[in-house]
């Protein structure tokens, strides 16, 4: 990482900031494996119209999480990044209410 | 003592300042000093870590809900639904205590105690003995 030179800061030798961009990358890996058995859920039943709608939400709140992700990503690849905003905690957890959610409705 | 929830009037009111400080996340960074940059990475990484949690939560009960069909319905749903609604306060909790960890560390508290983890392993120790029976016997529907 050259962040640390370009910012005029020294690196810091336990790499937070990198563990912590990982850390966003296996969660929101995570979020694809919920999505996908979600969306697998949704077409037990075959491509129905309800079905396909189901699977356009669920891509929806795969790719806000991912967009949220990508923010804090950019954000954390300086050697000194700034916290974590309230909004990007929130979103994250919303998507992951929202899968739980789609999920009890698709229950049968 | 300081920020442990006091049964009653207490309580609530704590939860409630809490889900206020979820929506106004200026807030918190009026209040004490910005600390070390790695305990809030550490902390974001915490929640991190609770929302995988969560997410796999989630995933286990659409699994069940999927690749178990040879057990009785009204068991499968019941397993299904404890996972999905366990997921979701998983993640209700890890925002929660993300807030709570901020604040504390900005004001040189001691961090929160929860018995939510203990909470969380029984629930999936009853949860995953539940399974294991259910597909041992094969109680089929």
């Not at chain 2, 319905?73 to 979701?88: F, I, Y």
């Amino acid at each position: 990482m050259t962040a640390g030179a370009r910012d005029g800061y020294e690196r810091d030798p336990g790499l937070q900031p990198e563990r912590t961009r990982m850390a966003w990358r296996r969660t929101t890996l995570s979020c694809a494996v919920a999505g996908v058995l979600a969306a697998r859920q949704a077409l037990r039943g075959g491509p129905d119209p309800l079905a396909v709608l189901v699977v356009a939400l669920i891509a929806l709140v795969f790719l806000a999480f991912l967009g949220a992700a990508n923010r804090r990503i950019h954000a954390l690849a300086t050697a000194r990044p700034p916290a974590l905003s309230t909004r990007a905690a929130l979103a994250t957890a919303a998507c992951t209410l929202a899968l739980a959610a789609l999920g009890a409705g698709l229950l049968r | 003592m300081i920020d442990r929830p006091r049964p009653g009037s207490g309580a609530l009111a704590s939860a409630a300042a809490n889900v206020r400080l979820w929506f106004a996340p200026q807030r918190i960074h009026e209040e004490g000093e910005t600390p070390d940059y790695r305990f809030t990475l550490a902390n974001e990484r915490t929640f991190l870590a609770w929302l995988r949690t969560s997410l796999a939560l989630v995933g286990g009960g659409f699994a069940v809900d999927q690749f178990l069909p040879h057990i009785s319905r009204p068991l499968r749903l019941t397993l299904a639904l404890v996972l999905l609604v366990g997921g979701a306060l998983c993640a209700v909790r890890a925002v929660n205590q993300w807030v709570r960890c901020e604040r504390a560390m900005r004001r040189g508290e001691d961090l929160p105690i929860s018995r939510f983890p203990t909470v969380l392993a029984l629930l999936l120790a009853v949860l995953s003995a539940v399974l294991v029976l259910a597909v041992a016997f094969g109680w089929a529907g």
